[in-house]
Each structure stands twice: as structure tokens, then as C-alpha cells.
């Protein structure tokens, strides 16, 4: 595993010179989707197709080997047999390629063959100085600079705009998932990698120069199996001081993990050391899919908390009974209001809302109530932390422009923020609505206290970190 820097990745997000070596005019192959990625997908350099089958490629003029491409070649993306990749990079190494992806399977997730193809390759490579994600991978996706390896067809996986989203996954049908449910959600992604087998590039290389990428907000990640503990510890605690990650591990079960090696070849380990080393460096786990996107939209849109009180305002009272419930069950506190506040609501709305923690608005309410709300309680009042707005659009005198000011008090606090909209389709869209609006929304109480408990974590848990580091230092001077 070569060292890494954060030079010697910059090549596979911001190549000058692709070569793409396997390219085909064979719709459905992996080598003619990739090409038309580069050719019609505005990617912002040079494209070179490479095949000695051809003299010409979608009007392109076709080389046979990498060395004829005429110039310096700052990435090489690898898509042929993987009996022929060993060849390809020696080519490669001759041509002095800054770094390749290498796309083929059939290397150490095939079993003994296929690792001792893999170190060969591997070996070539640090013998020419080429950083390689891969093989077996789908590699790297930027809407920043349109570098777009993942060979699955746009028609079927619109591609998320830019955003602030990094995505990580040791899987490459994961990562299509991820960067499908992105696009559906219309949340942007700064950057994206399927790593796939490891063989020098890793997690930890990728999590340590996200966590300097100024497009990256949050990092969120599919993985396997870590080879580099102590290095995984002592990289992503680092990281995560800067900008949270969160992790789903799969392969707990035995046969969970035995599907991990022939999946990857990654060994899993035993589950419980992964849960002790995410904890040690503040890395969120998710449980699930859907947690792990959850958080990710959260961390996106606002601000981590630096406390635990959350304010509740609803105009359902068993909605807000519902959030109370998950606020407890994730160890959050929902403080009662200070009396003097309490009473000042009371001079604005009807005797039967209730002017405690959760406030109920009632179902009769109108987007002026949840105005006052918001900036009594919340904008103008320091007992909370965090807001959990739930909105139930179906009220008959609550209309759409609520999220206007929903909007207009988030964008004054520094605190965060969350929405819940329960309900079918007309709630969808004013959730989608609330969302454009830089305001991470949810069809449940419980998924959006959820989402206020990671924030709330990592926030408290960065602070303590923070403070550590300054004491130590205070201690050395």
C-alpha cells in the first residue's frame, strides 16, 4: 500500500488526460458506457479511447496501446479481461500513467488465482508509481469536474447534482444505489468512489482526503472489512474532529462474512470490534440503508447541535407524543419551557394549544402560529438546542408558503433544524419544498428525532475532542 497524499489522489477526481483503456462501441458494454460518460457527459478534459480493435470510437480517433495515446495521461480507467490487466499496466507504467481504475473483476474475491493476480498487478503498480482503485470496482464519480467511471447507463441511474455529500462504498451495486436514491431525493454529492478490492487505494486513504475536500460536508460509507486497524483509527479519528462519517459494516453474521470474502475478498472480523473502533473515533454507525442516508441529508443541510434539548412544535398532538417517545428512546432531552415564555405564547394563540414542550398548534392552525413558534421559542429563547418542526400540511388554514417561514428562521439561527411531513403525496411535496429550502425533512417523528440524535452526537462528541486537543496543548506549553 502506497503512502498516501493528497496529490497523488487528485488524479482520479481531476484528471486533465483520460485514457480509456478497454473502450468498446458495443452498447451495454462496460467500456462503451464509460466512454460516452466522458464524451457526452461535459467532462471538463481530454478523452482518449484505447482498443487495438479499433481505428475509431463514436467519432473519436482509437489508439491501440495507452503508450500511443500523443499526451501525458493523468488517468487511466481499466476495463478489459482481467487476464489482460497485468499487461495494461505495464503499459501504463511505461506511459508514467499518475494513477488508474481498474474496473475488471476476477481477482482475490475469486479465490488464491485471483489474489495472486491482484499482488501482481498491485506490484506493477507501485513499481510505476500509479495510485489504482480497484479492481472490481465501478470507481469514481465528480460532478464537479464530470469524471464519471460508474458503467451504469444514465437512463437508468440519473446522476445527483452538486452538493456537499461524499459517498464511499466498498461495493459497487451499493454505490449505484446510494447515487440513485441521491438523484430521487435531488440531494447533491460532492464525490463518489466504489473502491472495491483495495489493492492500494483503501477507505482510509479516501476518508483522509475527504475530510480536506472543501466541497465535503459529511462522509458516508459502505464497508466490508477494514485490513488497517490502527491506521483506520488513528486517520478517521482525525477526520472526523473535522467533518462527521458514518459507517454502515456489514458481514455481522457468519454467513454475512463469508459472503464479504467471495463478494470482495475482504475479511469482515468480528463485528463487535468494528462497533469499538467506530466509537473510538467518533465514526456514526448506521444500521441500516436507510439510517445511513437519513444521517447523511441531515449532516448536509445544518449544523451539528452542541446540547441535547430539543424543542418540539407540531399541530398534531399524537405526532408530538411520537416525537417525545423517540427523543427518549434516543437519550434526548425535551426540557420544559421556561414559565415566562410559556405565558407570552399564550398571549398569541387559542387557550387549547398548548404552550408546553412539545407546543401544540392544533389542527386548526395557520402559518402565523408556527411563525411565533418558531421565533419565541426557538430563534429568540436559548433553553434548546434543536428544533423539531412537524408539519401537517393537511390542516385546512396551513398552506404551502409555511415553508417560507420555516425557512426564514432557520436561515437566522445557528442551531439546527429539522422538519417532519407526515402524510401521502401532497405531504411529499411540501417536504420536498422544505428541503430546498436547506431544512432536512422526514415522513416520521421517529426518522427526524433520529436524524436531531446524530446531530446532537457528533456535535457534543467534536467538542469534547476539541477540547481535549486544547488542554493537551495548554499542558505542553
Avoid at 161 to 175: E, V
Avoid at 312 to 341: Q, R, S, W
Avoid at 376 to 390: E, H, M, P, Q, T
Avoid at 422 to 430: I, L, Q
Amino acid at each position: 500500500m502506497v503512502s498516501v497524499s493528497r496529490e497523488s489522489l487528485k488524479p482520479f477526481f481531476e484528471p486533465r488526460v483520460v485514457a480509456i483503456i478497454g473502450a468498446s462501441d458495443k452498447p451495454g458494454k462496460v467500456g462503451n458506457t464509460i466512454l460516452i460518460n466522458f464524451l457526452w457527459g461535459n467532462f471538463k478534459g481530454e478523452v482518449y479511447p484505447v482498443n487495438p480493435k479499433y481505428n475509431l470510437l463514436l467519432e473519436k480517433r482509437c489508439y491501440a496501446s495507452v503508450k500511443d495515446v500523443p499526451k501525458p495521461v493523468d488517468l487511466a480507467v481499466i476495463a478489459v479481461p482481467a487476464s489482460l490487466v497485468s499487461k495494461v499496466m505495464e503499459e501504463c507504467a511505461e506511459k508514467h500513467v499518475k494513477a488508474a481504475i481498474i474496473i475488471s473483476g476476477g481477482f482475490k474475491e475469486t479465490g488464491p488465482d485471483g489474489a495472486r493476480l491482484e499482488k501482481e498487478v498491485a506490484a506493477i503498480a507501485r513499481r510505476g508509481n500509479i495510485r489504482v482503485i480497484g479492481p472490481n470496482c465501478i470507481g469514481v464519480y465528480n460532478p464537479e469536474t464530470n469524471v464519471d467511471t460508474m458503467f451504469l447507463p444514465e437512463e437508468k441511474l440519473r446522476r445527483p447534482p452538486r452538493g456537499s455529500i461524499a459517498l464511499l462504498s466498498q461495493s459497487g451495486a451499493f454505490m449505484g444505489t446510494m447515487l440513485d436514491w441521491a438523484a430521487y431525493e435531488g440531494l447533491g454529492i460532492s464525490k463518489a468512489v466504489s473502491y472495491g478490492n483495495e489493492c492500494d487505494v483503501d477507505l482510509i486513504d479516501l476518508i483522509e482526503f475527504l475530510a480536506d475536500d472543501p466541497s465535503t460536508r459529511v462522509i458516508a460509507v459502505y464497508v466490508e472489512g477494514i485490513e488497517h486497524g490502527q491506521k483506520f483509527i488513528r486517520v478517521v479519528k482525525k477526520a472526523t474532529t473535522k467533518k462527521p462519517v458514518i459507517a454502515i459494516k456489514s458481514g455481522r453474521s457468519t454467513r454475512g462474512k463469508a459472503a464479504v470474502l467471495s463478494h470482495t475478498g475482504s475479511l469482515a472480523g468480528e463485528d463487535v470490534l468494528y462497533s469499538m473502533a467506530f466509537k473510538q473515533t467518533g465514526v456514526l454507525r448506521a444500521e441500516d440503508f436507510e439510517e445511513m442516508l437519513d444521517l447523511a441529508k441531515a449532516f448536509a443541510l445544518q449544523p451539528p447541535a452542541t446540547g441535547d434539548r430539543v424543542l418540539i412544535i407540531t399541530d398534531g398532538g399524537g405526532a408530538g407524543v411520537m416525537a417525545v417517545d423517540a427523543c427518549e428512546h434516543y437519550g434526548l432531552n425535551v426540557p420544559e419551557l421556561d414559565p415566562k415564555l410559556q405565558e407570552e405564547l399564550k398571549q398569541y394563540f387559542p387557550p387549547y394549544c398548548s404552550t408546553h414542550n412539545p407546543i401544540d398548534l392544533t389542527g386548526d392552525t395557520d402559518n402565523q402560529r408556527y411563525r411565533i413558534a418558531l421565533e419565541k421559542a426557538f430563534l429568540n429563547y436559548g433553553g434548546v438546542d434543536s428544533a423539531l418542526v412537524i408539519l401537517l400540511v393537511q390542516a385546512p388554514s396551513l398552506t404551502v408558503d409555511v415553508v417560507d417561514i420555516v425557512r426564514d428562521i432557520n436561515n437566522k439561527s445557528t442551531r439546527p433544524m429539522v422538519a417532519c411531513c407526515m402524510g401521502g403525496e401532497y405531504s411529499a411535496k411540501v417536504a420536498k419544498e422544505v428541503e430546498r429550502r436547506g431544512i432536512p425533512s422526514y415522513p416520521t417523528p421517529e426518522r427526524a428525532v433520529r436524524a436531531i440524535w446524530a446531530l446532537t452526537k457528533y456535535g457534543q462528541w467534536k467538542l469534547r475532542e476539541i477540547r481535549g486537543n486544547n488542554r493537551f496543548h495548554e499542558n505542553l506549553n
